[in-house]
């Protein structure tokens, strides 16, 4: 029992981290190399991005992080499906060897769940990531821009592409969708 309860706690730790980590998917900002720098006065080249705003506005993040919820919550009924059922061997007074085995065999299958829905959400995450690079690499491109930081650690100046960026997502979110449900 206590193993299959551990199970439950990897897969909601495991997802907990996947989606509390979102806004932190653009956490790598993304700067368009450059032939010679074009850097002018004031900042001209700098960009600024808020990666926080960017990834909470962003609909493909909502609907994967309802997709590792649902996951979720069928591993979670993996798990009290085997504890019922190991519970049940138990009441019906089964040999110990017999409930060793059965408690080992439900324990492979959750693990096994586990590792699918951790993957899963180790690619989500991994898509989510290169669309919000994309689109602050686009963005930072059709203006010309050298230099790409997170608005956080900006004290002044640079030129605010949140809303830019946003709208590129928001714009790419159908055909995103459709290769993400495609694969």
Known sequence: MRYLHKSLVLVTSALSVTLLSLPALAQAPAATPA??????????????????????????????????????????????????????????????????????????????????????????????????????????ASRKLDIVLLKPVVFMGGIDLTDAVMKRLAANAPAAAAKTTTK
């Open 35 to 140: 032939a010679k720098p074009t850097l002018t006065g004031g900042g001209g080249g700098i960009g600024v991005v808020d990666p926080d705003k960017v990834v909470k506005a962003y609909p493909k993040a909502e609907q994967l992080a309802k997709d590792l919820k649902k996951e979720e919550d069928r591993v979670h009924k993996l798990i009290e499906d085997g504890n019922r059922s190991l519970e049940e061997a138990k009441t019906a007074r089964k040999p110990p060897a017999e409930l060793e085995g059965l408690q080992r065999r439900l324990q492979e299958s959750i693990d096994k769940e586990v590792k699918t829905v951790q993957a899963r959400a180790q690619s989500l995450e991994s898509q989510l990531e290169g669309d919000v690079q994309n689109a602050i690499k686009a963005e930072a």
